[in-house]
């Protein structure tokens, strides 16, 4: 997906303002015209390691346990904490946040007479989760010279509310010079409610201008409320958020103040908590109230008798208004968190407990199937049942693309979850532009290139027609997965689409060549004509005929499907070069070259042009092994699942050489390709020769993790 690089320069051109200079240790220039203009010149850069949730809230961890993203009400939309990254350095580290972007803890502590101040980020630290079937995620904190240990636990709460819990256990030595001390929390949230039709990114890329914000603190409760209100922008309704953040215990200093580091920030107002903890004689100063770029800490004394272990809990609760948030706030506290942690295990429990998962020994291929499960559910719209590209934010693709959720749907069937699919299938039939959902951009028949989770047009570009393909594919492929008895009432619902968008695929045909006509393909604004749209078209039309055998529909639009269907598979077939034993592209696309690898991976599933023995589908695969073999030792790359899955469907059943070869690559996926938690993203790089795999951008990556679960389950079988 380019969309990203696109939508900065859009919106570069449309943030063109100055603010004062900052003094910025984080590599980050000192003034910015809209984040999204340094993503536009580095590329998205996603500063996620860990990822917990509950679908309400989706929240985005580093390996320091700083909260760089926070879904909420959903994972599409809206992100309410201010954190981005703007490049990477040297050794693929992402650098260029603010120092005080995002929502961090850290230690006000006493040595004899003095008082002094860490962040918890700046000591020694490990993050894993809890157990491989939990999104609860473990980060631990240790700082030797101090004598001090803390182990936060971080989760987003089961019913009946809905919160971010963060429980830090603080073990002091018995020899720690510390005697007295306050853990504090910090939270640079950016409170917003709105989004913009075709264009993504009011939540992440220009939040340096969201000034409609308000934050106080709360006596009554010992809180800071931050929240929003106002239009969104895609909607032209009234809309709000508020989040509350409070510890379970009194507080016992805090600060309400402006950002003190954005050169965008107004230069006004009480002073940032962050410089007052930075500071050398290091408090907060007790502000109540700021409007616009607001900041708070909250600070609570710890109490190490008689074990040596303080236990605090802040407990981050949204609302859609401020006063609602205060009451979730409120439900938590009277819930230990032992409860909390018993109801999110019960729940992801009895959620995996019936998913098909990969027969295998390898603890780190099955530790990442589970992972890859739980990242698709977290990536569900639990209002709507649409399902995301990514909860994260760099780049912006918390949005359903049925291209990817193609692939997703066919994924949670064959791990058993059908009813969610059949919810997201329904989703995406409403999705598509018809004359009960029209739209001036693109013709009926077509999707848009994205969707918010509530349905709305999100992407700039009208449609584009590997989609389109793909669209009629999914909806017909999760019949194949319902009873007997429930196909024909499943496909009756969505028939309408499946015609609609076969329709105008069997109009869009070249005439000069016989394949399908110039259309946008994958996130390019420029129209191309390229197997990358050919073989999604080819497995439309081939979906739609048998929807249509399945419905006993033999009409004359049917035949001209069919005819439509045999001319494009011809067309393909005249691209086979049989020197290189490959499909390659016509002259003048991509210098003709052969297809290999991701597109090459496709064409051998799902689209599967002709039968796994044709001696053109054995080439093509050989050609597609050897692309991705190349790619996994090169320097940078992404989507190898692609091919990985094309290759195992074409192999099956595969010789014992063939799928040891499998294996072989499925478990340097799971042990090299990930974060340190075994989350994917979209692209990966090396940034030494033979070095370490970093994951680049929006892990995790829903497609990815999809394309590795089916992967798995091809290579290894499930139960």
């Known amino acids: 997906m380019i969309v990203a690089l696109v939508l900065a320069v859009q919106c570069a051109s449309a943030s063109a303002l100055s603010g004062p200079s900052a003094t910025n240790s984080s590599n980050r220039p000192p003034f910015i015209a809209g984040q999204c203009a ?57 650098v260029g946040a603010l120092p005080n972007e995002g929502s961090f803890a850290g230690i006000l502590y006493v040595i004899g007479e003095k008082t002094r101040f860490a962040w918890l980020r700046t000591w020694t630290h490990t993050q894993r989760y809890a157990s491989p079937d939990t999104p609860v995620v473990v980060t631990v904190f240790r700082q030797p010279v101090l004598g001090l240990t803390v182990s936060d636990t971080d989760l987003a709460t089961a019913a009946p ?58 006596s009554q409760t010992q809180a800071i409320v931050h929240s929003w209100s106002g239009i969104d922008a895609s909607t032209g309704r009234p809309s709000s958020v508020g989040i509350a953040f409070g510890w379970d215990t009194p507080a016992n200093g805090f600060e309400v103040g402006r950002d003190g580091l954005d050169p965008l920030a107004p230069p006004i107002g009480p002073a940032d908590a962050y410089n007052e903890l930075d500071a050398s004689h290091p408090s907060l100063g007790g502000a109540t109230f700021e409007a616009g770029q607001a900041t708070g800490a909250l600070a609570t004394r710890l109490d190490f008798r008689p074990s040596g272990t303080a236990n605090e809990r802040m407990i981050i609760a949204p609302g859609p208004t401020p006063q609602e948030a205060l009451q979730v706030l409120q439900s938590e506290r009277d819930r230990p968190f032992s409860s909390e942690l018993s109801a999110v295990n019960a729940d992801w429990t009895h959620w995996l407990s019936g998913a098909v998962l990969p027969v295998t020994d390898d603890q780190a291929v099955r530790d990442d199937a589970l992972r890859a499960l739980i990242t698709m559910r977290l990536a569900i719209d639990p209002e709507t049942g649409a399902i995301v590209a990514s909860a994260d ?36 039939a409403d999705a598509q532009t018809a004359a009960q959902n029209p739209d001036l951009l693109r013709p009926p028949g077509n999707w848009p290139m994205m969707v918010y989770g509530d349905g709305q047009p999100a992407g700039p570009i009208p449609y584009e027609i590997d989609e389109t393909g793909f669209g009629i594919w999914t909806l017909v492929d999760h019949a194949h997965y319902l009873p007997a008895g429930s196909v024909h009432t499943y ?51 081939r979906s739609a005929v048998a929807a249509a055998s399945d419905l006993g529909d033999g009409s004359a639009q049917v035949a001209v499907w069919k005819s439509r269907a045999l001319a494009l598979e011809a067309a393909i077939d005249a691209l086979y070069d049989h020197t290189q034993r490959a499909y390659r592209e016509q002259p003048g696309n991509s210098s003709a070259q052969p297809v290999l690898y991701t597109d090459g991976g496709w064409l051998l599933w799902p689209v599967q042009l002709h039968q796994a023995a044709d001696p053109r589908i054995q080439g093509e695969a ?27 469907e074409t192999w099956a059943p595969a010789s014992p050489a063939q799928h040891q070869a499998l294996q072989n690559v499925l478990h340097t996926m799971a042990t090299g390709f990930t974060t340190s938690t075994g989350l994917f993203g979209e692209f990966w790089q090396r940034y030494t020769p033979g070095g370490p795999v970093v994951p680049l951008n929006d892990m995790p990556h829903v497609w990815e993790s999809a394309l590795f679960y089916l992967s798995s389950i091809c290579i290894d079988g499930g139960r």
């Open 491 to 541: 496909l009756a619902l969505v028939y309408p689409a499946i015609a609609r968008a076969a329709d105008w695929l069997s109009a869009c045909a070249d005439p000069t060549n016989g394949l399908q006509c110039q259309a946008n393909e994958d996130d390019s604004f420029t129209p191309s004509q390229t197997l990358h749209g050919a073989g999604p078209v080819l497995l439309g039309l």
């Open 38 to 94: 340094v993503q536009g010149v580095t590329g998205p850069v996603s500063d996620v390691n860990a990822q917990a949730g509950n679908g309400t809230i989706t929240a985005g961890l580093n390996q320091a346990a700083t909260v760089t993203v926070f879904r909420y009400p959903n994972p599409s939309y809206f992100n309410q904490v201010k954190y981005y990254a703007s490049g990477r350095d040297a050794g693929g580290n992402p």
């Open 161 to 218: 509310a809905n919160a971010f819990v963060r429980n830090f256990a603080v073990t002091r030595d018995p020899g720690s010079p510390v005697t007295d001390a306050s853990l504090v929390y910090y939270e640079k949230f950016d409170p917003i409610a709105s989004k913009v039709r075709y264009a993504p990114g009011q939540d992440n890329c220009l939040n340096q201008l969201n000034d409609q914000q308000l934050a106080r603190y709360d």
């Open 622 to 648: 050989q050609g597609v092994w050897k692309a991705v073999l190349s790619s996994l030792a090169s320097s940078s790359g992404g989507y190898e699942g692609k091919a990985l899955l094309g290759v195992c």
């Open 393 to 428: 934010t760099q780049a912006p693709y918390g949005e359903d693309w049925i291209r990817d959720g193609a692939f997703i749907d066919h994924a949670l069937d064959v791990a058993g979850y059908h009813s969610t699919v059949t919810r997201h299938e329904l989703f995406e």
